[in-house]
């Protein structure tokens, strides 16, 4: 599997965006799909998890209530909607694949990465 994560870009403070990440081949569905973020200088962190059917997910406490994760496995592809962003929330953002059930709160064991896409937040 490889993942094409798109979707990021500049945004005022409580803006949205809505990232996207691509799979390629035919086990997307085979996966759970995370979201994790890096800022510069901090460790890369976990931000929303969704189950392989998409009928579960799971959020970092700094983002519940704002960001929604969902999947379209006919599509292959898991979406990250941000809303009420905030300055904290600059980070490039990566999608991850894992054989594993969710939620897995640290990037280890990842069975594929996206390439990451950044988001800035102005205040």
């Known amino acids: 599997v490889q993942l094409q994560a798109s979707g990021g870009g500049l945004v005022q403070a409580g803006g949205s965006l809505r990232l996207s990440c691509a799979a390629t081949g035919r086990t997307f569905s085979t996966y759970a799909m995370s979201w994790f973020r890096q800022a510069p200088g901090k460790e890369r962190e976990f931000v929303a998890a969704?189950?392989?059917?998409?009928?579960?997910?799971y959020y970092a406490t700094s983002v519940k209530g704002r960001f929604t994760i969902s999947r379209d496995n006919a599509k292959n592809t898991v979406y990250l909607q941000m809303d009420s962003l905030k300055s904290e929330d600059t980070a490039v953002y990566y999608c991850a694949a894992d054989s594993r059930p969710p939620p897995q709160g640290t990037p280890y064991g990842y069975d594929h990465w996206g390439q990451g896409t950044q988001v800035t937040v102005s205040s």
């Open positions: 969704v189950s392989r059917s998409g009928g579960s997910t």
